[in-house]
């Protein structure tokens, strides 16, 4: 996930505003990179996400995003689980 991180959030970014980057904009200004990050052609026919410089698999690369966000998540369910059986307490709130 790390590695991915710098881009995943210029990814999220674009997405976030995709009203200015329709427009060809990043923070107002026209740029490339703008346009650069909706290439529908090779989400459809390369499967892959890109802002026009990085890119992201959809197969290999996402996939391994996710299973490595889900055993994260079940070692920290699993932390806070053996911590409940060790206090007797939830960290949840009432």
């Known amino acids: 996930v790390n590695e991915h991180r710098s881009f ?3 990814l999220r970014g674009h ?5 200015e980057r329709a427009l060809g904009r990043i923070h107002g200004v026209r740029t490339w990179r703008a346009e650069a990050a909706y290439e529908v052609g090779k ?3 390369d499967r892959v996400l890109t802002d026009g410089t990085n ?15 889900r055993d994260f998540l079940i070692a920290a369910c699993a932390a806070v689980a ?6 007797g307490t939830s960290d949840s709130p009432a």
């Open 55 to 69: 890119s992201i698999t959809i197969d290999a690369d996402i996939t391994r995003l996710c299973i490595e966000t």
């Open 82 to 87: 053996a911590r409940t059986e060790k206090t």
């Open 8 to 10: 995943l959030s210029e």
């Open 43 to 45: 989400v459809l026919s």
């Open 15 to 19: 997405y976030a505003h995709v009203e």
